[in-house]
Protein backbone atom coordinates (compact mmCIF):
# COMPACT_ATOMS: atom_id res chain seq x y z
CA UNK A 1 0.00 0.00 0.00
CA UNK A 2 2.98 2.42 0.80
CA UNK A 3 4.92 1.68 -2.49
CA UNK A 4 1.13 2.41 -4.34
CA UNK A 5 0.92 5.60 -2.66
CA UNK A 6 4.27 6.44 -3.56
CA UNK A 7 3.78 6.33 -7.31
CA UNK A 8 0.46 8.23 -6.70
CA UNK A 9 2.72 11.15 -4.95
CA UNK A 10 5.03 10.56 -8.05
CA UNK A 11 3.05 10.80 -10.72
CA UNK A 12 1.11 14.16 -9.42
CA UNK A 13 4.58 15.62 -8.79
CA UNK A 14 4.84 14.87 -12.75
CA UNK A 15 1.80 15.77 -13.76
CA UNK A 16 2.71 19.61 -11.74
CA UNK A 17 5.86 19.91 -13.55
CA UNK A 18 4.54 19.01 -16.77
CA UNK A 19 1.34 21.58 -16.00
CA UNK A 20 4.11 24.79 -15.16
CA UNK A 21 4.08 27.79 -17.51
CA UNK A 22 7.32 28.20 -18.72
CA UNK A 23 9.19 31.38 -18.19
CA UNK A 24 7.87 33.85 -20.44
CA UNK A 25 8.11 37.73 -20.41
CA UNK A 26 5.27 39.99 -18.74
CA UNK A 27 3.65 43.60 -19.68
CA UNK A 28 5.48 44.75 -16.53
CA UNK A 29 8.42 43.80 -18.16
CA UNK A 30 7.76 45.26 -21.31
CA UNK A 31 6.30 48.46 -19.79
CA UNK A 32 9.72 49.01 -18.12
CA UNK A 33 11.56 49.82 -21.45
CA UNK A 34 9.13 52.75 -22.19
CA UNK A 35 9.06 54.48 -18.69
CA UNK A 36 10.64 57.20 -19.73
CA UNK A 37 9.10 58.04 -23.15
CA UNK A 38 7.43 60.82 -22.63
CA UNK A 39 3.67 61.06 -24.15
CA UNK A 40 3.80 63.72 -26.52
CA UNK A 41 6.57 61.24 -28.38
CA UNK A 42 4.58 57.91 -28.23
CA UNK A 43 3.02 56.65 -31.24
CA UNK A 44 -0.53 57.22 -31.93
CA UNK A 45 -2.08 53.38 -32.83
CA UNK A 46 -5.67 51.99 -33.25
CA UNK A 47 -6.00 47.89 -33.72
CA UNK A 48 -8.35 47.90 -36.24
CA UNK A 49 -9.62 44.61 -36.78
CA UNK A 50 -8.66 40.55 -36.08
CA UNK A 51 -10.31 38.46 -38.78
CA UNK A 52 -10.70 34.62 -38.08
CA UNK A 53 -9.59 32.98 -41.35
CA UNK A 54 -8.80 29.53 -40.13
CA UNK A 55 -11.34 26.90 -40.60
CA UNK A 56 -11.24 25.03 -37.32
CA UNK A 57 -14.66 24.98 -36.13
CA UNK A 58 -13.48 25.54 -32.57
CA UNK A 59 -12.72 28.99 -33.21
CA UNK A 60 -16.41 31.04 -32.43
CA UNK A 61 -17.34 34.07 -34.64
CA UNK A 62 -16.04 36.39 -31.86
CA UNK A 63 -13.09 35.20 -31.22
CA UNK A 64 -11.47 38.26 -33.61
CA UNK A 65 -13.24 40.64 -31.79
CA UNK A 66 -11.89 39.51 -28.25
CA UNK A 67 -8.55 39.15 -29.52
CA UNK A 68 -8.31 42.98 -31.05
CA UNK A 69 -9.60 44.06 -27.53
CA UNK A 70 -7.35 41.94 -25.11
CA UNK A 71 -4.34 44.17 -27.75
CA UNK A 72 -5.61 47.16 -27.56
CA UNK A 73 -5.61 46.89 -23.51
CA UNK A 74 -2.40 45.08 -23.30
CA UNK A 75 -0.71 47.76 -25.49
CA UNK A 76 -2.22 50.55 -23.26
CA UNK A 77 -0.93 49.51 -20.50
CA UNK A 78 2.58 49.07 -21.86
CA UNK A 79 2.95 53.25 -21.75
CA UNK A 80 4.75 52.53 -25.34
CA UNK A 81 1.89 53.98 -27.46
CA UNK A 82 -1.05 56.67 -27.18
CA UNK A 83 -3.75 54.22 -27.56
CA UNK A 84 -7.32 55.13 -29.62
CA UNK A 85 -10.69 53.23 -29.51
CA UNK A 86 -11.64 51.44 -32.07
CA UNK A 87 -14.12 52.27 -35.04
CA UNK A 88 -16.86 50.00 -33.09
CA UNK A 89 -16.84 51.60 -30.14
CA UNK A 90 -16.41 54.92 -31.52
CA UNK A 91 -20.17 55.42 -30.51
CA UNK A 92 -19.24 55.45 -26.78
CA UNK A 93 -17.14 59.78 -27.76
CA UNK A 94 -19.87 60.59 -30.54
CA UNK A 95 -22.85 60.11 -28.09
CA UNK A 96 -21.47 61.91 -25.43
CA UNK A 97 -20.72 64.93 -28.67
CA UNK A 98 -24.18 64.31 -29.73
CA UNK A 99 -25.48 64.64 -25.74
CA UNK A 100 -23.64 68.45 -25.49
CA UNK A 101 -24.61 69.51 -29.25
CA UNK A 102 -28.36 68.47 -28.33
CA UNK A 103 -28.18 70.93 -24.99
CA UNK A 104 -28.12 68.78 -22.64
CA UNK A 105 -24.80 70.42 -21.07
CA UNK A 106 -23.68 73.61 -19.83
CA UNK A 107 -21.10 73.53 -22.70
CA UNK A 108 -18.54 71.77 -20.84
CA UNK A 109 -18.96 68.49 -23.23
CA UNK A 110 -16.62 67.55 -25.71
CA UNK A 111 -16.56 69.20 -29.02
CA UNK A 112 -16.87 67.58 -32.49
CA UNK A 113 -13.86 67.36 -35.11
CA UNK A 114 -11.37 67.17 -32.21
CA UNK A 115 -10.45 63.72 -32.25
CA UNK A 116 -6.81 62.79 -33.21
CA UNK A 117 -5.91 60.78 -35.83
CA UNK A 118 -3.79 57.04 -35.93
CA UNK A 119 -0.31 57.30 -37.12
CA UNK A 120 -0.12 53.19 -37.16
CA UNK A 121 -3.13 50.39 -37.95
CA UNK A 122 -2.72 47.05 -36.47
CA UNK A 123 -4.55 43.91 -37.42
CA UNK A 124 -4.11 40.57 -37.52
CA UNK A 125 -5.29 37.65 -39.10
CA UNK A 126 -6.15 34.32 -36.82
CA UNK A 127 -4.13 30.99 -38.79
CA UNK A 128 -4.28 28.82 -35.92
CA UNK A 129 -6.68 28.15 -33.39
CA UNK A 130 -6.59 24.26 -32.11
CA UNK A 131 -7.37 22.62 -28.70
CA UNK A 132 -7.25 18.71 -27.25
CA UNK A 133 -6.42 16.76 -24.70
CA UNK A 134 -3.47 14.63 -23.75
CA UNK A 135 -3.85 11.45 -21.19
CA UNK A 136 -1.56 9.37 -19.54
CA UNK A 137 -2.52 6.04 -17.13
CA UNK A 138 -0.25 4.66 -14.56
CA UNK A 139 -1.39 1.92 -12.54
CA UNK A 140 -4.96 2.80 -12.84
CA UNK A 141 -4.07 6.23 -12.37
CA UNK A 142 -5.38 8.87 -15.24
CA UNK A 143 -3.97 12.09 -15.38
CA UNK A 144 -4.32 14.55 -18.26
CA UNK A 145 -3.03 17.67 -19.74
CA UNK A 146 -5.77 20.29 -21.80
CA UNK A 147 -3.54 22.04 -24.82
CA UNK A 148 -4.73 24.73 -26.95
CA UNK A 149 -2.80 26.58 -29.75
CA UNK A 150 -3.65 29.71 -30.74
CA UNK A 151 -1.60 31.21 -34.16
CA UNK A 152 -2.67 35.09 -35.84
CA UNK A 153 -0.42 37.21 -37.98
CA UNK A 154 0.28 40.40 -36.85
CA UNK A 155 0.06 43.46 -39.06
CA UNK A 156 0.92 47.46 -39.43
CA UNK A 157 -0.18 49.82 -41.66
CA UNK A 158 0.81 53.37 -42.33
CA UNK A 159 -3.08 54.75 -43.04
CA UNK A 160 -1.82 57.42 -45.08
CA UNK A 161 -0.36 54.95 -48.05
CA UNK A 162 -1.23 52.07 -46.69
CA UNK A 163 1.69 50.58 -47.17
CA UNK A 164 2.35 47.49 -44.70
CA UNK A 165 5.30 48.40 -42.76
CA UNK A 166 5.53 45.18 -40.37
CA UNK A 167 4.18 41.75 -40.44
CA UNK A 168 5.31 39.00 -37.82
CA UNK A 169 3.72 35.37 -37.37
CA UNK A 170 2.68 34.83 -33.58
CA UNK A 171 1.82 30.99 -32.22
CA UNK A 172 2.05 30.06 -28.60
CA UNK A 173 0.68 27.17 -26.53
CA UNK A 174 -1.01 26.46 -23.30
CA UNK A 175 -0.98 23.96 -21.23
CA UNK A 176 -3.42 23.43 -17.85
CA UNK A 177 -2.45 20.31 -16.28
CA UNK A 178 -5.35 18.22 -13.86
CA UNK A 179 -6.64 14.79 -12.78
CA UNK A 180 -8.84 13.92 -15.66
CA UNK A 181 -10.01 11.26 -12.73
CA UNK A 182 -7.90 8.97 -9.82
CA UNK A 183 -9.05 5.58 -9.18
CA UNK A 184 -8.62 3.26 -6.49
CA UNK A 185 -9.74 -0.24 -6.72
CA UNK A 186 -12.09 0.90 -9.93
CA UNK A 187 -14.08 3.37 -7.57
CA UNK A 188 -13.36 7.47 -9.32
CA UNK A 189 -13.08 9.14 -5.77
CA UNK A 190 -11.52 12.99 -7.42
CA UNK A 191 -13.03 14.86 -10.54
CA UNK A 192 -11.56 16.62 -13.36
CA UNK A 193 -10.58 20.30 -13.23
CA UNK A 194 -11.52 22.90 -15.81
CA UNK A 195 -9.60 23.41 -19.19
CA UNK A 196 -8.54 26.77 -19.47
CA UNK A 197 -5.83 26.42 -22.27
CA UNK A 198 -7.07 28.12 -24.51
CA UNK A 199 -7.13 31.64 -21.95
CA UNK A 200 -3.53 30.37 -21.62
CA UNK A 201 -2.64 30.33 -25.29
CA UNK A 202 -4.15 33.57 -26.10
CA UNK A 203 -2.43 35.17 -23.01
CA UNK A 204 0.62 34.14 -24.40
CA UNK A 205 0.24 35.33 -27.95
CA UNK A 206 -1.07 38.57 -26.81
CA UNK A 207 1.77 39.34 -24.78
CA UNK A 208 4.03 37.95 -27.08
CA UNK A 209 2.38 40.33 -29.53
CA UNK A 210 2.85 43.22 -27.08
CA UNK A 211 6.70 42.58 -27.11
CA UNK A 212 7.22 42.36 -30.34
CA UNK A 213 5.26 45.55 -31.57
CA UNK A 214 7.28 47.29 -28.55
CA UNK A 215 10.63 46.25 -29.88
CA UNK A 216 9.87 46.42 -33.41
CA UNK A 217 8.27 50.26 -33.45
CA UNK A 218 11.75 51.95 -33.38
CA UNK A 219 12.95 50.45 -36.52
CA UNK A 220 9.37 51.25 -38.80
CA UNK A 221 9.13 54.06 -40.99
CA UNK A 222 6.56 55.77 -39.20
CA UNK A 223 4.68 58.92 -40.75
CA UNK A 224 4.77 62.12 -39.08
CA UNK A 225 1.44 62.74 -36.96
CA UNK A 226 -0.43 65.48 -38.71
CA UNK A 227 -0.54 68.79 -37.60
CA UNK A 228 -3.74 71.05 -36.91
CA UNK A 229 -4.20 73.20 -39.35
CA UNK A 230 -3.07 76.44 -38.63
CA UNK A 231 -4.69 79.85 -40.33
CA UNK A 232 -2.87 82.61 -41.08
CA UNK A 233 -4.02 86.43 -40.64
CA UNK A 234 -3.58 88.55 -43.82
CA UNK A 235 -3.53 92.38 -43.75
CA UNK A 236 -2.27 95.27 -45.58
CA UNK A 237 1.22 94.38 -43.59
CA UNK A 238 1.84 90.97 -45.33
CA UNK A 239 -0.35 91.51 -48.34
CA UNK A 240 0.98 92.84 -51.25
CA UNK A 241 -1.82 94.01 -52.84
CA UNK A 242 -3.84 95.74 -50.05
CA UNK A 243 -0.26 98.18 -49.64
CA UNK A 244 -1.80 100.81 -52.35
CA UNK A 245 -4.98 100.04 -51.37
CA UNK A 246 -8.39 97.73 -50.61
CA UNK A 247 -9.72 96.33 -54.37
CA UNK A 248 -13.19 95.76 -54.38
CA UNK A 249 -14.62 91.55 -54.40
CA UNK A 250 -17.91 90.22 -55.79
CA UNK A 251 -18.16 86.77 -54.38
CA UNK A 252 -20.43 84.38 -56.70
CA UNK A 253 -20.77 80.77 -55.51
CA UNK A 254 -23.24 78.37 -55.98
CA UNK A 255 -23.96 75.67 -53.24
CA UNK A 256 -25.91 72.15 -53.25
CA UNK A 257 -26.64 69.69 -50.40
CA UNK A 258 -27.24 66.46 -50.94
CA UNK A 259 -29.40 65.02 -47.67
CA UNK A 260 -28.13 61.20 -47.39
CA UNK A 261 -26.00 59.01 -49.18
CA UNK A 262 -26.15 57.00 -52.63
CA UNK A 263 -27.57 54.18 -50.99
CA UNK A 264 -29.94 55.79 -48.97
CA UNK A 265 -31.11 57.28 -52.09
CA UNK A 266 -31.59 54.28 -53.67
CA UNK A 267 -33.30 52.09 -51.09
CA UNK A 268 -35.90 55.18 -50.83
CA UNK A 269 -36.26 55.41 -54.78
CA UNK A 270 -39.19 52.66 -54.63
CA UNK A 271 -40.97 54.40 -51.52
CA UNK A 272 -40.30 57.65 -53.08
CA UNK A 273 -42.43 56.66 -56.27
CA UNK A 274 -45.04 55.03 -54.01
CA UNK A 275 -45.83 58.24 -52.50
CA UNK A 276 -45.55 59.79 -56.36
CA UNK A 277 -48.05 57.46 -57.36
CA UNK A 278 -50.63 57.99 -54.72
CA UNK A 279 -50.44 61.55 -54.49
CA UNK A 280 -51.58 61.84 -58.42
CA UNK A 281 -54.39 59.14 -57.43
CA UNK A 282 -55.40 61.83 -54.68
CA UNK A 283 -55.15 64.55 -56.98
CA UNK A 284 -57.11 62.86 -59.70
CA UNK A 285 -59.85 61.93 -56.87
CA UNK A 286 -59.72 65.82 -56.23
CA UNK A 287 -60.25 66.59 -59.25
CA UNK A 288 -62.80 64.52 -60.04
CA UNK A 289 -64.85 66.05 -57.15
CA UNK A 290 -63.83 69.29 -58.41
CA UNK A 291 -66.05 68.94 -61.84
CA UNK A 292 -69.07 67.54 -60.37
CA UNK A 293 -69.01 70.92 -57.61
CA UNK A 294 -68.55 73.13 -60.60
CA UNK A 295 -71.51 71.49 -62.87
CA UNK A 296 -73.73 71.98 -59.82
CA UNK A 297 -72.48 75.49 -58.70
CA UNK A 298 -70.77 76.89 -61.77
CA UNK A 299 -67.31 77.79 -62.17
CA UNK A 300 -65.31 79.90 -60.73
CA UNK A 301 -62.95 81.73 -62.09
CA UNK A 302 -59.60 80.55 -61.72
CA UNK A 303 -56.55 82.52 -60.41
CA UNK A 304 -53.40 80.61 -60.64
CA UNK A 305 -50.31 81.91 -58.67
CA UNK A 306 -46.91 81.19 -60.54
CA UNK A 307 -45.34 78.69 -58.33
CA UNK A 308 -42.10 79.24 -56.71
CA UNK A 309 -39.25 78.00 -57.59
CA UNK A 310 -37.12 77.39 -54.59
CA UNK A 311 -34.74 73.85 -55.31
CA UNK A 312 -34.28 71.66 -57.91
CA UNK A 313 -34.23 67.82 -57.31
CA UNK A 314 -31.96 65.83 -59.27
CA UNK A 315 -31.85 62.59 -56.79
CA UNK A 316 -34.15 60.68 -54.52
CA UNK A 317 -33.01 63.37 -52.14
CA UNK A 318 -30.70 65.88 -53.24
CA UNK A 319 -31.39 69.64 -53.21
CA UNK A 320 -29.65 72.56 -55.07
CA UNK A 321 -30.25 75.58 -53.64
CA UNK A 322 -29.46 78.45 -56.96
CA UNK A 323 -27.87 81.19 -55.29
CA UNK A 324 -30.32 83.84 -56.38
CA UNK A 325 -32.43 82.34 -53.71
CA UNK A 326 -30.20 82.60 -50.47
CA UNK A 327 -26.03 83.58 -49.94
CA UNK A 328 -24.27 80.40 -49.65
CA UNK A 329 -22.24 79.32 -46.69
CA UNK A 330 -19.35 79.29 -49.12
CA UNK A 331 -19.97 82.79 -49.51
CA UNK A 332 -20.43 83.48 -45.97
CA UNK A 333 -16.99 82.36 -44.66
CA UNK A 334 -14.99 83.85 -47.90
CA UNK A 335 -16.54 86.98 -47.55
CA UNK A 336 -15.14 87.10 -44.02
CA UNK A 337 -11.63 86.45 -44.99
CA UNK A 338 -11.40 89.07 -47.30
CA UNK A 339 -13.12 91.92 -44.86
CA UNK A 340 -10.78 90.60 -42.38
CA UNK A 341 -7.70 91.10 -44.41
CA UNK A 342 -9.27 94.33 -45.81
CA UNK A 343 -10.44 93.95 -48.94
CA UNK A 344 -13.60 95.60 -50.02
CA UNK A 345 -16.74 93.01 -50.34
CA UNK A 346 -20.05 93.76 -52.69
CA UNK A 347 -23.12 92.71 -50.49
CA UNK A 348 -24.52 89.63 -52.31
CA UNK A 349 -28.28 91.77 -51.61
CA UNK A 350 -26.53 94.93 -54.08
CA UNK A 351 -26.39 92.76 -56.88
CA UNK A 352 -28.55 90.00 -56.38
CA UNK A 353 -31.09 90.86 -59.16
CA UNK A 354 -28.29 90.77 -61.66
CA UNK A 355 -27.55 86.61 -60.93
CA UNK A 356 -30.81 85.44 -61.79
CA UNK A 357 -29.05 82.81 -63.67
CA UNK A 358 -26.95 80.43 -61.71
CA UNK A 359 -25.28 78.98 -64.72
CA UNK A 360 -23.61 81.87 -65.18
CA UNK A 361 -20.67 81.17 -62.78
CA UNK A 362 -19.73 79.09 -65.57
CA UNK A 363 -18.96 82.35 -68.14
CA UNK A 364 -16.15 83.84 -67.22
CA UNK A 365 -16.59 87.00 -69.71
CA UNK A 366 -20.35 87.40 -67.48
CA UNK A 367 -18.94 87.40 -64.56
CA UNK A 368 -16.13 90.22 -65.54
CA UNK A 369 -19.11 92.11 -67.00
CA UNK A 370 -20.95 92.13 -63.55
CA UNK A 371 -17.85 93.11 -62.05
CA UNK A 372 -17.03 95.80 -63.96
CA UNK A 373 -20.61 97.05 -63.76
CA UNK A 374 -20.42 97.08 -60.08
CA UNK A 375 -17.04 98.85 -60.01
CA UNK A 376 -15.17 95.28 -58.78
CA UNK A 377 -11.54 94.65 -59.23
CA UNK A 378 -11.93 90.54 -58.33
CA UNK A 379 -14.70 88.60 -58.93
CA UNK A 380 -14.44 84.90 -57.06
CA UNK A 381 -16.53 82.21 -58.34
CA UNK A 382 -17.29 78.81 -58.13
CA UNK A 383 -19.54 75.90 -56.85
CA UNK A 384 -19.61 73.84 -53.95
CA UNK A 385 -21.37 70.89 -53.15
CA UNK A 386 -21.76 68.62 -49.91
CA UNK A 387 -23.18 65.05 -49.13
CA UNK A 388 -24.03 63.12 -45.84
CA UNK A 389 -21.09 60.45 -45.78
CA UNK A 390 -22.15 58.18 -42.54
CA UNK A 391 -24.40 58.64 -39.14
CA UNK A 392 -22.88 56.63 -35.71
CA UNK A 393 -23.78 57.52 -32.64
CA UNK A 394 -25.97 60.01 -32.84
CA UNK A 395 -23.83 61.89 -34.80
CA UNK A 396 -24.09 62.89 -38.93
CA UNK A 397 -21.03 63.11 -40.68
CA UNK A 398 -20.37 65.00 -44.13
CA UNK A 399 -18.41 65.94 -46.96
CA UNK A 400 -18.03 68.59 -48.77
CA UNK A 401 -16.10 69.40 -51.87
CA UNK A 402 -15.50 73.37 -53.32
CA UNK A 403 -14.25 74.57 -56.63
CA UNK A 404 -13.41 78.13 -57.11
CA UNK A 405 -11.35 80.82 -59.71
CA UNK A 406 -10.45 84.00 -58.99
CA UNK A 407 -11.06 86.26 -62.36
CA UNK A 408 -9.54 89.59 -63.03
CA UNK A 409 -12.37 92.03 -63.87
CA UNK A 410 -10.13 93.98 -66.43
CA UNK A 411 -9.37 91.11 -69.02
CA UNK A 412 -11.43 88.43 -67.55
CA UNK A 413 -7.65 86.22 -66.88
CA UNK A 414 -7.98 83.50 -64.00
CA UNK A 415 -5.49 84.94 -60.80
CA UNK A 416 -6.04 81.29 -58.99
CA UNK A 417 -7.97 78.42 -58.96
CA UNK A 418 -8.48 75.50 -56.68
CA UNK A 419 -10.23 72.47 -55.71
CA UNK A 420 -10.45 71.57 -51.53
CA UNK A 421 -12.24 69.37 -49.13
CA UNK A 422 -13.52 69.45 -45.87
CA UNK A 423 -15.59 67.46 -43.61
CA UNK A 424 -17.76 68.58 -40.80
CA UNK A 425 -19.79 66.46 -38.12
CA UNK A 426 -22.69 67.20 -36.16
CA UNK A 427 -26.41 65.81 -34.50
CA UNK A 428 -28.47 67.47 -37.38
CA UNK A 429 -27.63 66.87 -40.72
CA UNK A 430 -27.94 70.30 -42.31
CA UNK A 431 -25.76 71.66 -40.14
CA UNK A 432 -23.33 68.89 -40.86
CA UNK A 433 -23.83 70.01 -44.83
CA UNK A 434 -23.44 73.65 -43.41
CA UNK A 435 -20.26 72.17 -41.37
CA UNK A 436 -18.81 70.29 -44.44
CA UNK A 437 -19.27 73.50 -46.18
CA UNK A 438 -17.48 75.82 -44.28
CA UNK A 439 -14.37 73.89 -43.45
CA UNK A 440 -13.95 73.35 -47.13
CA UNK A 441 -14.15 77.41 -47.21
CA UNK A 442 -11.50 77.97 -44.91
CA UNK A 443 -9.12 75.82 -46.53
CA UNK A 444 -10.21 77.73 -49.67
CA UNK A 445 -9.88 81.10 -48.07
CA UNK A 446 -6.26 79.76 -47.15
CA UNK A 447 -5.17 79.49 -50.32
CA UNK A 448 -6.40 82.76 -51.58
CA UNK A 449 -5.24 84.70 -49.83
CA UNK A 450 -2.02 83.38 -49.75
CA UNK A 451 -2.24 83.33 -53.49
CA UNK A 452 -3.86 86.82 -54.15
CA UNK A 453 -1.30 88.22 -51.44
CA UNK A 454 1.80 87.62 -53.02
CA UNK A 455 0.61 89.33 -56.28
CA UNK A 456 2.30 92.44 -56.50
CA UNK A 457 -0.77 94.23 -58.37
CA UNK A 458 -1.94 97.47 -57.83
CA UNK A 459 -5.66 98.57 -59.00
CA UNK A 460 -6.13 102.48 -60.49
CA UNK A 461 -9.56 102.39 -58.37
CA UNK A 462 -8.70 100.59 -55.48
CA UNK A 463 -9.11 101.73 -51.83
CA UNK A 464 -11.42 104.63 -50.85
CA UNK A 465 -9.40 106.94 -52.08
CA UNK A 466 -9.94 106.38 -55.54
CA UNK A 467 -11.76 108.56 -57.74
CA UNK A 468 -15.67 107.79 -57.98
CA UNK A 469 -15.40 108.46 -61.56
CA UNK A 470 -13.20 106.00 -62.50
CA UNK A 471 -14.60 102.71 -62.33
CA UNK A 472 -13.45 100.93 -63.86
CA UNK A 473 -10.42 98.29 -63.05
CA UNK A 474 -7.38 98.67 -64.62
CA UNK A 475 -4.39 96.12 -63.24
CA UNK A 476 -1.03 97.64 -63.51
CA UNK A 477 2.11 97.22 -62.12
CA UNK A 478 4.71 100.26 -62.49
CA UNK A 479 2.40 101.81 -64.99
CA UNK A 480 3.29 98.70 -67.22
CA UNK A 481 1.83 94.97 -67.82
CA UNK A 482 0.94 93.13 -64.71
CA UNK A 483 4.00 90.68 -63.42
CA UNK A 484 3.57 88.62 -59.92
CA UNK A 485 6.47 89.74 -57.38
CA UNK A 486 7.32 88.23 -54.01
CA UNK A 487 8.37 89.32 -51.00
CA UNK A 488 11.41 87.73 -48.82
CA UNK A 489 13.02 88.33 -45.93
CA UNK A 490 16.28 87.59 -44.64
CA UNK A 491 17.44 87.33 -41.15
CA UNK A 492 21.47 87.80 -41.19
CA UNK A 493 22.88 87.23 -37.68
CA UNK A 494 26.50 88.04 -36.87
CA UNK A 495 26.27 91.13 -39.13
CA UNK A 496 27.27 94.66 -39.00
CA UNK A 497 26.91 97.65 -41.32
CA UNK A 498 29.63 96.82 -44.03
CA UNK A 499 28.54 93.30 -44.25
CA UNK A 500 24.68 94.32 -44.76
CA UNK A 501 25.57 96.51 -46.98
CA UNK A 502 27.84 94.56 -49.23
CA UNK A 503 25.36 91.60 -49.23
CA UNK A 504 22.58 94.24 -50.10
CA UNK A 505 24.74 95.21 -53.07
CA UNK A 506 25.42 92.14 -54.33
CA UNK A 507 21.67 90.82 -54.30
CA UNK A 508 20.59 94.61 -56.37
CA UNK A 509 22.79 92.90 -59.03
CA UNK A 510 20.40 90.48 -59.72
CA UNK A 511 17.40 91.60 -62.51
CA UNK A 512 15.04 89.58 -60.62
CA UNK A 513 15.34 91.72 -57.08
CA UNK A 514 13.16 95.31 -57.29
CA UNK A 515 13.94 96.19 -54.29
CA UNK A 516 16.16 95.87 -51.53
CA UNK A 517 15.28 97.26 -47.95
CA UNK A 518 17.99 96.82 -44.97
CA UNK A 519 17.50 97.00 -40.86
CA UNK A 520 20.40 96.14 -38.48
CA UNK A 521 19.87 96.35 -34.66
CA UNK A 522 21.95 94.18 -31.95
CA UNK A 523 23.90 92.36 -34.46
CA UNK A 524 21.11 91.29 -36.53
CA UNK A 525 20.70 92.75 -39.59
CA UNK A 526 17.40 91.95 -41.94
CA UNK A 527 17.13 92.69 -45.71
CA UNK A 528 13.45 92.76 -46.90
CA UNK A 529 13.75 91.82 -50.89
CA UNK A 530 10.76 92.46 -53.30
CA UNK A 531 11.60 89.94 -56.22
CA UNK A 532 10.23 87.86 -58.89
CA UNK A 533 10.47 84.24 -59.35
CA UNK A 534 10.44 81.66 -56.22
CA UNK A 535 12.39 81.28 -52.85
CA UNK A 536 14.11 78.76 -54.02
CA UNK A 537 15.34 80.72 -57.37
CA UNK A 538 16.72 83.46 -54.71
CA UNK A 539 18.55 80.98 -52.47
CA UNK A 540 20.26 79.30 -56.05
CA UNK A 541 21.26 83.20 -56.83
CA UNK A 542 22.36 83.55 -52.93
CA UNK A 543 24.39 80.56 -53.29
CA UNK A 544 26.44 81.64 -55.99
CA UNK A 545 27.65 84.58 -54.46
CA UNK A 546 31.70 84.70 -53.40
CA UNK A 547 31.27 87.87 -51.15
CA UNK A 548 30.19 88.66 -48.82
CA UNK A 549 30.56 85.40 -47.31
CA UNK A 550 27.63 83.73 -45.53
CA UNK A 551 26.28 80.63 -44.79
CA UNK A 552 22.12 79.52 -45.04
CA UNK A 553 21.03 78.18 -41.78
CA UNK A 554 17.70 77.88 -42.19
CA UNK A 555 14.28 78.52 -44.60
CA UNK A 556 10.84 78.84 -44.59
CA UNK A 557 8.07 80.70 -46.42
CA UNK A 558 8.59 84.01 -47.13
CA UNK A 559 11.98 83.56 -44.66
CA UNK A 560 15.75 83.06 -45.01
CA UNK A 561 18.15 82.79 -42.57
CA UNK A 562 21.61 82.95 -43.08
CA UNK A 563 24.69 83.49 -40.46
CA UNK A 564 27.59 86.28 -41.54
CA UNK A 565 31.07 85.19 -41.64
Avoid: W
Amino acid sequence: MKSYLYLCIVFLSVQAAFGQKSDKITLEQVAEKCKDLPRDKRVTVKVARFSVSTKSSEAHATFGDELATMLTSALQQTNCFRMLEMNRNISDATGEMALAQDGFTNGSGPQAGQMIGAQLIVTGEVTDFTQGTSSTTVLGISGGSNQATVGFTLKVLNPQTGELLFSKDINMKGKIGGFSGLSLGGVKIAGSTENRAVQDATQKAIIRAVEVLAEAKDNMDIPEPMKPKEIKKYSPQNCQMLRSGSPKVIILVTEATTAGTARDNNTTDLARREREIALKEREANVGLARDVVQGLFGKKKETTKPEEITSRQSSASAVFKPVVIEQSATETELTRSFVEAGFRVVDPKVYGKMRQVSDSTGDMGQMAALGLKMGAQIIITGQSISERTNAQGGMVSCRARLEIRAISTEDGSILATNTVSGGGIDVSEAIANKTAIHNASENMSQYLMERLCSMNIQFASAGPAASSKNTTASARLGGATATSTTLTTIAASNANFIKLKALGDALRKSPKIKDVKSALKDGTGTLSLEHTGSADDLVDFMSKLTAPKFEITGMEEGRIVIAMQ
